[in-house]
């Protein structure tokens, strides 16, 4: 009954009233109150083969870091971006601050989409062009305007962000934890989406690769979402229905990283209260997938990683401010 309601919420766009505040930068925050909830997932591979009957079977069995479920509880309120952080407001914030993005200043570039790449003719055989000086936080390739998630920034390039902000403002910026993302992400749902456990519930609720993004990559066609949600690469922020609690995109249009380093194991020692990951590690995770991220890993309690200076055409940024 309670995931009905919750759809129900979602299709007609209305959610808990959400108490919303302002920045310099015009980022919008939501306040988040304190609670605990059960983080991870501990589904059966034959469940989550019957659920994604498009992907390998294997695939099922490689979801060790995801468990086990374990209760953590977010001793205090927090202030999280309603919205992942935007090509104009990340603009105003380098014009402002002089900040040299990682993808420029290290002369390297970052990746992007091009018309005539091929995946197949390059020994990664990676979706995107890269890297390369042609593309960076400016440009993945693809038109974006101000209102878009800005992608193809570090996770160096997120500090850099909110340590200026919290010298400009005097209020205390950081990356969320992944606990904090994660029960922010659910809402207070146990479900795969904070829409429900249907793959179809995110044509309204999020920006992932679909039918209309595949036509330009139709070799991983398969493995698209069954529905049109009206983008094939980013979507301006807040296009589609918030969760719960008033977050939008929470799943798919943009991968977020948040602050901590990646453990495969830290969850059967994770301390029940707030959480804050490994002391160390060489990758830092990213959460909620993006706009070309197939169903699958935009669940709620999907882990991925990369190393603090990768920038990439899917990830981007949702900053937290401190209560």
């Known amino acids: 009954m309670k995931q009905c309601l919750l ?10 009233a959400a108490e919303v505040e302002r920045n310099s930068l015009g980022m919008a925050f939501v306040k988040v109150p304190a609670g605990e909830f059960m983080m991870g997932n501990d589904e059966a591979p034959e469940a989550l083969a019957a659920a994604y009957p498009e992907l390998p079977k294997e695939r099922f069995t490689q979801l060790g870091d995801e468990g086990p ?3 953590v509880r977010i001793t205090r309120s927090f202030w999280m971006g309603q919205y992942e952080v935007t090509v104009g407001q990340f603009r105003r914030f380098v014009e402002a601050s002089g900040y040299v993005p990682e993808s420029i200043a290290d002369g390297t570039g970052g990746y992007g989409w091009r018309a005539d790449y091929d995946p197949a003719t390059t020994r990664r055989g990676d979706a995107f062009e890269g890297r390369d000086v042609r593309y960076s936080w400016r ?37 969320p934890t992944e606990a ?14 904070s829409a429900g456990d249907d793959p179809k ?28 949600d009206g983008f094939a ?15 939008y995109d929470m799943h798919g249009n943009a991968w977020e990283w948040v602050a901590d380093w990646h453990g495969e194991e ?35 309690a999907y882990r991925n990683w990369n190393a ?10 949702r900053l937290l401010r401190e209560q």
């Open 69 to 71: 479920v374990h209760r």
């Open 308 to 317: 603090p200076d990768t920038r990439y055409t899917l990830v981007g940024i």
């Open 266 to 300: 830290y969850y059967a020692r994770s301390p029940v209260d707030d959480p804050q990951g490994p002391a160390e590690g060489t990758v830092r995770v990213r959460r909620g997938g993006s706009w070309h991220t197939w169903p699958f890993y935009a669940r709620a």
């Open 201 to 228: 519930s995110l044509v309204r609720a999020a920006n992932v690769f679909d039918v209309r993004t595949a036509k330009y990559w139709p070799r991983w066609a398969p493995m698209a979402l069954k529905g049109d």
């Open 7 to 16: 759809i129900l919420c979602l299709i007609l766009g209305s959610v808990q």
């Open 180 to 193: 904090e993302w994660e029960y922010a992400c659910r809402a207070g749902t146990r479900t795969r989406y």
């Open 139 to 175: 440009n993945p390739g693809f038109a974006q305007s101000d209102e878009h998630p800005v992608v193809n920034v570090t996770w160096n390039d997120a500090q850099a962000l909110a340590a200026w902000l919290s010298k400009t403002e005097g209020k205390h910026y950081r990356l």
């Open 233 to 247: 690469f980013t979507a301006p922020v807040g296009s589609f229905a918030p969760n719960a609690w008033g977050l």
